[in-house]
């Protein structure tokens, strides 16, 4: 097909493909905006990755706005990817894929579906990434220094709850496909890159991954990357569960994941730019931490009792900021707790890895990638100890504190400072993710709510 010929077919697909996608969006693991009524769907771009001639199954990338008005202002566009797949006729082992059949426009009487379930066109997404160059709008990248990737490795996509979704190469890499996404580079490519220039190897070193410039000078859309994966290894929260359930200790564990936090952390501070917080971006910060409690209140009523002595814990920290402190800000994880984390597989055995750096994925993109003190990542694992605990029957504190200390222990064991000697900083920081819990336990998992919630009722109590 010619390239006018392509151009005149990609404008004419989206009102034919809409009430498909009206239908099938809202009800994917991945799509955020539930809850609220799509009115509306605008093509970002339009990507032929196989033809849709006919003459084989097509493959077409996209990337969506989706038009929710009743979304808070402050939310970021929401622009999704998307991976079509199209057929004639869908084989058996597909029909779970299906996403609808147009009944006009270029693509009237086919099958659309879940690209990423069809091995056969998972392939050539793997095939694009090992040859690097541009098609289109999308642009594909290799790591200067990655090992080549291998031909004709078997695509599986990864079943598992996630906020994106990932296809498993062979057992040896996985791709990591953002969903919703935002003009910008995603910090879960910047800061694994910076820690592979820093030689950190806590984290799996990207090894290839596209972006999209829809308009040629606008700001590229970071979409999927390649990194190695890490065939046997276990999530941390699932160890830490599993070590409770034998009444094993996980001191040694936790210790060790203190450790490589602080060796992440140095990484990243010698690799990216850092800000000292002074009095004014103190009190920004500690003002910030207020609203977000406001702002979590009004959501979950059982909050609303402990909001004036949780904010003690806010005002305690502008207070000290005002007298003078000042503490160092950096790029941090910013989403860490338990299940970010990897221990063992092939190339690391009896080692932590750290993954997922791409921050809540519910904040915009520049806010996420602000420098912030790397208290906020240790507050992230002392919770998941916490909430490891309260999960199991049971209840078991004891377990609990001696993780937090030894976890606190190994980050002093390579930081060189322990967490725990700034208790104001440390107590703002739990609260704000207790906070940000009860927020996400109420809209996500009402069951678990109870978990942050004894938190709160502990923090509420610290003088
Ligand atoms: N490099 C890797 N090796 C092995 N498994 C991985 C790797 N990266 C991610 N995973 C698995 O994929 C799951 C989802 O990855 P994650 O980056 O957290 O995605 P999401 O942002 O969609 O939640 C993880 O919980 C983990 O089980
Ligand atoms: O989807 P993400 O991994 O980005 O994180 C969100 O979901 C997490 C739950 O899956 C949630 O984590 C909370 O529950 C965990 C146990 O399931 C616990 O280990 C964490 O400490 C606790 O925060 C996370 O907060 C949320 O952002």
């Given at each position: 097909m010619s390239e006018a010929a392509s151009t005149r077919t990609q404008i004419a697909l989206l009102p034919s493909l809409a009430p498909l996608l009206h239908a099938w969006l809202p009800r994917q693991r991945w799509f955020a905006g539930k809850g609220h009524p799509v009115t509306g769907f605008s093509l970002v771009s339009a990507t032929e990755l196989l033809p849709l001639d006919g003459t084989g199954p097509g493959l077409l990338h996209l990337l969506v706005d989706v038009e929710q008005p009743g979304l808070p202002a402050d939310a970021p566009q929401d622009c999704y990817q998307l991976l079509l797949g199209v057929r004639e006729t869908l084989p058996p082992h597909l029909a779970p894929a299906l996403i609808g059949h147009p009944t006009d426009g270029p693509l009237a009487g086919r099958t659309v579906y879940e690209g990423l379930r069809?091995?056969?066109?998972?392939?050539?997404?793997?095939?694009?990434?090992?040859?690097?160059?541009?098609?289109?709008?999308?642009?594909?990248?290799?790591?200067?220094?990655?090992?080549?990737?291998?031909?004709?490795?078997?695509?599986?996509?990864?079943?598992?709850?996630?906020?994106?979704?990932?296809?498993?190469?062979?057992?040896?890499?996985?791709?990591?496909?953002?969903?919703?996404?935002?003009?910008?580079?995603?910090?879960?490519?910047?800061?694994?890159?910076?820690?592979?220039?820093?030689?950190?190897?806590?984290?799996?070193?990207?090894?290839?991954?596209y972006e999209a410039r829809p308009q040629s000078g606008s700001t590229p859309y970071t979409l999927g990357v390649l990194q190695p994966f890490l065939r046997g290894s276990q999530d941390g929260w699932q160890l830490a569960l599993d070590a409770l359930n034998k009444g094993s200790s996980f001191t040694a564990e936790a210790r060790a994941l203190g450790r490589v936090t602080a060796e992440v952390h140095t990484a990243l501070a010698d690799e990216l730019p850092t800000v000292m917080l002074r009095r004014a971006q103190t009190e920004h910060l500690a003002a910030a931490m207020n609203r977000r409690l406001e702002e979590a209140a009004q959501a979950v009523p059982a909050l609303l009792p402990y909001v004036p002595r949780l904010r003690t814990a806010f005002d305690a920290l502008a207070e000290l900021g005002r007298d003078g402190r000042a503490w160092r800000a950096q790029r941090?994880?910013?989403?860490?707790?338990?299940?970010?984390?990897?221990?063992?597989?092939?190339?690391?055995?009896?080692?932590?890895?750290?993954?997922?750096?791409?921050?809540?994925?519910?904040?915009?993109?520049?806010?996420?990638?602000?420098?912030?003190?790397?208290?906020?990542?240790?507050?992230?694992?002392?919770?998941?100890?916490?909430?490891?605990?309260?999960?199991?029957?049971?209840?078991?504190?004891?377990?609990?504190?001696?993780?937090?200390?030894?976890?606190?222990?190994?980050?002093?064991?390579?930081?060189?400072?322990?967490?725990?000697?700034?208790?104001?900083?440390?107590?703002?920081?739990?609260?704000?993710?207790?906070?940000?819990?009860?927020?996400?336990?109420?809209?996500?998992?009402?069951?678990?709510?109870?978990?942050?919630?004894?938190?709160?009722?502990?923090?509420?109590?610290?003088?």
């Open positions: 069809d091995r056969r066109l998972a392939e050539i997404v793997l095939e694009r990434l090992r040859r690097p160059g541009q098609l289109g709008p999308l642009r594909f990248a290799r790591f200067e220094g990655a090992p080549t990737i291998p031909g004709s490795l078997v695509a599986r996509p990864l079943e598992a709850e996630q906020s994106n979704s990932s296809l498993v190469y062979g057992d040896a890499y996985i791709l990591k496909f953002f969903r919703r996404v935002q003009p910008g580079p995603n910090p879960d490519l910047e800061l694994p890159l910076a820690l592979a220039r820093a030689g950190c190897d806590r984290v799996p070193a990207p090894v290839a991954w941090v994880h910013g989403d860490l707790h338990l299940g970010q984390t990897l221990y063992g597989g092939s190339r690391t055995e009896n080692e932590w890895s750290v993954i997922d750096f791409e921050g809540e994925p519910a904040r915009p993109l520049a806010e996420r990638r602000k420098p912030q003190p790397p208290v906020r990542d240790i507050a992230g694992i002392l919770r998941s100890f916490d909430y490891a605990a309260r999960t199991h029957r049971p209840w078991n504190p004891a377990w609990a504190e001696l993780c937090r200390a030894a976890y606190c222990e190994g980050y002093a064991e390579a930081a060189g400072t322990d967490p725990r000697t700034e208790p104001e900083l440390l107590r703002a920081y739990e609260t704000d993710k207790a906070v940000y819990e009860a927020l996400y336990e109420a809209r996500h998992r009402p069951d678990w709510l109870p978990v942050p919630m004894a938190a709160i009722d502990r923090l509420a109590a610290t003088p």
